[in-house]
């Protein structure tokens, strides 16, 4: 299902090791939607076994072996979907509605995402449409704990699908979803068990929506409100649970005195989650285009590696009647595209999604405000940082 612009959505199936992506990839390929789809496979080792474990009724699955997408086979992805592509040119492949993209379990999920949406050719071709990232429920919140990638494959993901939900106890699966809210609190989350997450529904999320033709904006700014409240109390003590004298507690199994503790348990050291923050900004001024491109510009070129993602729908003075729309991962951007319309003409607000690693809220606020014409009084303005980008506080490069 391609869109306007003839592009193909691209979904990422991603997952720590083990935590049931081929298995999830299996029931997907049996849904009659995923017909014309193709499946690219990456296997870390030396000899691929993972594309005898996925069905193989369909016979456009291509398995990049011995190596990870996101460092050694990066360009072999690049090359298959070239491929792809070119087979379809020259009607050696029938036309593919989607295409999906399983990676290893020590992936880091930003390359292969700018993979596609940061190569100038492909990203004509090939859309983004979305990270499943699976997460095990039995061992989730251990694998968080320990391993860095397991938490950037959960910030970044539009939708979190949970395998394992029959073994694990209740308190588990209550922490883990504390936990994964905390981390990513705009991700939809699909309880693997449900018929839904068999489907090839849970590969569209929303880049654009096949029916209405325009980026389902709604969906991934989602749980926007609340997940600034969230924010605000991120770190400030407010996160707490309070238990009544002799209520047992299902997260940290305390009993007896009133006691409180944060989302998550009150040993679990969230080292890594610390550091990663998802806010948003809400303008309701339409922006110079100049200014969002300076804006940007500034944030790519000297944060970039700290911006795990952005998604922006915006209104511009040159045409605010037709949003812009933006897509970021680190310091590669799709090619923003002009909508033709706002998917709610009631709401033509400006609102940028960001999930960040060690970039503080206040510093892209202050950023944002300086291009759009709201400094604050003692903070540089737009002219400032045209003359000297270093003005902003915290800035480095
Ligand atoms: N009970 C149960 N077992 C599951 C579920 N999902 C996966 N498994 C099992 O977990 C094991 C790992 O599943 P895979 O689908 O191979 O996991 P993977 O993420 O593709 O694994 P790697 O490719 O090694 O990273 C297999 O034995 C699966 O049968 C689930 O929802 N419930």
């Known amino acids: ?3 306007n612009n003839g592009r193909i959505p691209v979904s990422i199936i991603t997952g720590f090791l083990g935590a049931g992506k081929s298995t999830l990839l299996n029931r997907i ?29 369909n016979d456009s699955i291509v ?13 072999e992805l690049v ?8 087979g379809m040119q020259t009607g050696k492949l029938k036309p593919l509605s989607r295409v999906v993209i399983e990676t290893t379990g020590l992936a880091d999920p930003a390359p292969v995402m700018q993979s596609v949406i940061g190569h100038p050719a492909l990203s004509q ?26 938490v950037r494959q959960v910030a970044v993901a539009d939708r979190l699908i949970l395998s394992k939900t029959k073994l694990a106890d209740p308190a588990t699966a209550t922490a883990l979803l504390a936990r994964l809210h905390a981390l990513n609190p705009r991700a939809i989350v699909t309880d693997g068990d449900t018929p839904e997450a068999g489907s090839a529904a849970v590969l569209a999320n929303g880049l654009y929506d096949p029916t209405s033709k325009i980026p389902d904006v709604d969906r991934w700014l989602k749980d926007e409100a609340r997940a600034d409240h969230d924010h605000h109390h991120h770190g400030h003590g407010d996160d707490r649970h309070h238990h009544a004298e002799g209520e047992h507690c299902a997260i940290c199994g305390h009993e007896g005195r009133d006691h409180e503790h944060h989302a998550q348990h009150p040993h679990d050291v969230n080292r890594h989650d610390e550091r990663i923050r998802s806010y948003s900004i809400v303008h309701d001024q339409p922006i110079d285009p100049m ?5 940007i510009d500034i944030l790519r070129s000297n944060q970039g590696e700290k911006l795990l993602r952005m998604k922006a729908v915006v209104a511009l003075t040159d045409r605010p009647d ?12 799709h090619p923003p595209v002009r909508l033709a319309a706002w998917p709610d003409p009631k709401d033509r607000r400006t609102r940028l999604v960001l999930i960040t690693r060690d970039l503080e809220e206040s510093y892209v606020r202050e950023l944002f405000d300086a291009f759009t014409g709201r400094p604050q009084v003692d903070r540089p303005d737009r002219a400032a940082l045209e003359d000297n980008p270093l003005a902003i506080p915290g800035m480095k490069i």
Do not use: W
């Open 1 to 3: 299902m391609s869109d």
């Open 29 to 57: 390929l049996k849904d009659k939607a995923m017909k014309d789809a193709a499946v690219i496979i990456n296997e870390f080792g030396e000899v691929g076994i993972d594309h005898m474990l996925v069905d193989a009724s």
């Open 63 to 75: 398995e990049l072996a011995d190596g990870c997408l996101c460092c050694t086979v990066r360009g």
């Open 79 to 86: 090359d298959t979907l070239a491929e792809l592509l070119d």
């Open 125 to 150: 071709s090939f859309d983004l449409d979305g990270v499943i990232t699976v997460v095990d429920t039995v061992h989730g919140l251990l694998t968080l704990d320990t391993y860095p990638e397991a």
């Open 291 to 295: 200014a969002l491109e300076m804006f």
């Open 322 to 333: 037709r949003p812009m729309v933006l897509h970021g991962v680190q310091s590669i951007f």
